[in-house]
């Protein structure tokens, strides 16, 4: 029997969704795709450099083949992110960036009365979310961003907040110290926020952040702050879901002003992997309830298909989303097999020529011959 949640918010109690007077604005895939065609046209000259070095050096996977690593990948076609691959960090799949998303915004209700619109706010981390959404083959149809304005060392406490409570407070019970610690740090930015007059005020914020990863168990929650001078962050629920640092080490930070420093990022793309990201300690296991234990695999690579090989990529673990539990989850029933690799670019693997075929017209985008290296396993 699951625990009866708390119907008073607290800093170290489940809060729920409906509890928050946050509003949510929610842009569907058609609204995606729009703001996606406009992306493309406006050709940010520091996103559009970082895509063309992409193509250059295609990173260390077509240098030494790791098919378990993250690998992004351009070699044929026009710039659209059909003709960009991302490997999967849940199936090891090597999918185009075409995919869409729902994207669930939550802002005060002062920007409403403004008529102050979210699609900005999307545009804004566009290349961001196409990279994040890139990384998952199941769980990542819904994006959640939480928007903010709070300046930089705001940012930074909150950062810590976050980590802090979720550590002492997910799937287990808080200790003494622990409790008053969290109150502590959460009375001083409720005080801070307050004083700075920001919106919306922290409360809201600790609650609505806390509701999304307790109940919609995202592999990332953005946090965003609206003014220009201010850090935006990205919080990832479990080690596995940071971007490999080989890829994006010199990812563009995202600040539009050429004389800033390295060290300013309007979106704080984690661009070193896991030294630097924010990421959550929260509790896994059958005690804590809502993240359980799950491990990634490596599948076959066409799309519709749910077999898993024998030899699954020792990614780690990481979060059960809810796509994975309900419906689109892998289907751990199905035996497992051997598979086989593509004979040309060695960089994917199917359950049988068939799966190959049918997935070629997709995958012929980026196939391309690899130089001789020693293989395991049998190629197609």
């Given at each position: 029997?699951?625990?009866?949640?708390?119907?008073?918010?607290?800093?170290?109690?489940?809060?729920?969704?409906?509890?928050?007077?946050?509003?949510?604005?929610?842009?569907?895939?058609?609204?995606?795709?729009?703001?996606?065609?406009?992306?493309?046209?406006?050709?940010?000259?520091?996103?559009?450099?970082?895509?063309?070095?992409?193509?250059?050096?295609?990173?260390?996977?077509?240098?030494?083949?790791?098919?378990?690593?993250?690998?992004?990948?351009?070699?044929?076609?026009?710039?659209?992110?059909?003709?960009?691959?991302?490997?999967?960090?849940?199936?090891?799949?090597?999918?185009?960036?075409?995919?869409?998303?729902?994207?669930?915004?939550?802002?005060?209700?002062?920007?409403?009365?403004?008529?102050?619109?979210?699609?900005?706010?999307?545009?804004?981390?566009?290349?961001?979310?196409?990279?994040?959404?890139?990384?998952?083959?199941?769980?990542?149809?819904?994006?959640?961003?939480?928007?903010?304005?709070?300046?930089?060392?705001?940012?930074?406490?909150?950062?810590?907040?976050?980590?802090?409570?979720?550590?002492?407070?997910?799937?287990?019970?808080?200790?003494?110290?622990a409790e008053r610690e969290i109150h502590y740090r959460h009375a001083h930015l409720k005080h801070a926020l307050e004083h700075q007059r920001r919106t919306p005020c922290f409360p809201q914020i600790d609650l609505i952040f806390r509701a999304i990863v307790?109940?919609?168990?995202?592999?990332?929650?953005?946090?965003?702050?609206?003014?220009?001078?201010?850090?935006?962050?990205?919080?990832?629920?479990?080690?596995?879901?940071?971007?490999?640092?080989?890829?994006?080490?010199?990812f563009p930070s995202g600040c539009p002003n050429p004389c800033c420093t390295e060290d300013c990022e309007m979106i704080r793309f984690p661009r070193h992997g896991l030294d630097g990201a924010a990421v959550l300690p929260l509790k896994r296991g059958r005690?804590?309830?809502?993240?359980?234990?799950?491990?990634?695999?490596?599948?076959?690579?066409?799309?519709?298909?749910?077999?898993?090989?024998?030899?699954?990529?020792?990614?780690?673990?990481?979060?059960?989303?809810?796509?994975?539990?309900?419906?689109?989850?892998?289907?751990?029933?199905?035996?497992?097999?051997?598979?086989?690799?593509?004979?040309?670019c060695k960089l994917v693997k199917y359950c049988s020529a068939e799966h190959q075929r049918k997935d070629w017209e997709e995958h012929r985008r980026l196939c391309v011959k690899q130089p001789a290296l020693a293989e395991k396993d049998d190629v197609l």
């Amino acid at each position: 029997m699951k625990k009866s949640r708390s119907r008073f918010y607290s800093p170290t109690q489940p809060p729920t969704l409906s509890m928050s007077e946050l509003v949510c604005k929610t842009l569907d895939h058609d609204a995606t795709d729009v703001l996606i065609d406009k992306w493309l046209e406006h050709r940010n000259d520091a996103y559009w450099d970082w895509f063309l070095r992409v193509r250059e050096r295609r990173h260390s996977a077509f240098h030494s083949l790791q098919r378990g690593e993250q690998l992004l990948a351009w070699s044929k076609g026009d710039f659209v992110p059909e003709n960009i691959f991302m490997r999967t960090v849940d199936t090891a799949r090597l999918i185009p960036l075409d995919r869409t998303w729902t994207t669930h915004v939550y802002h005060h209700r002062s920007m409403q009365d403004r008529k102050l619109s979210m699609m900005p706010v999307v545009f804004t981390m566009l290349p961001e979310l196409m990279l994040l959404r890139g990384m998952y083959d199941h769980g990542c149809d819904d994006i959640f961003i939480i928007v903010t304005d709070m300046k930089q060392a705001e940012m930074d406490a909150a950062t810590e907040y976050f980590k802090f409570v979720c550590q002492h407070t997910f799937g287990q019970t808080v200790k003494p110290e622990a409790e008053r610690e969290i109150h502590y740090r959460h009375a001083h930015l409720k005080h801070a926020l307050e004083h700075q007059r920001r919106t919306p005020c922290f409360p809201q914020i600790d609650l609505i952040f806390r509701a999304i990863v307790y109940e919609r168990r995202p592999p990332f929650v953005v946090l965003f702050s609206h003014q220009t001078t201010s850090y935006s962050q990205i919080f990832f629920t479990h080690p596995l879901f940071v971007p490999a640092a080989d890829i994006f080490f010199d990812f563009p930070s995202g600040c539009p002003n050429p004389c800033c420093t390295e060290d300013c990022e309007m979106i704080r793309f984690p661009r070193h992997g896991l030294d630097g990201a924010a990421v959550l300690p929260l509790k896994r296991g059958r005690r804590a309830g809502c993240f359980r234990r799950v491990r990634a695999r490596e599948m076959c690579n066409w799309i519709d298909c749910d077999v898993a090989f024998t030899e699954s990529t020792p990614t780690g673990e990481g979060s059960e989303s809810s796509s994975m539990s309900g419906k689109g989850s892998i289907d751990t029933t199905r035996p497992t097999v051997r598979g086989q690799v593509c004979s040309k670019c060695k960089l994917v693997k199917y359950c049988s020529a068939e799966h190959q075929r049918k997935d070629w017209e997709e995958h012929r985008r980026l196939c391309v011959k690899q130089p001789a290296l020693a293989e395991k396993d049998d190629v197609l």
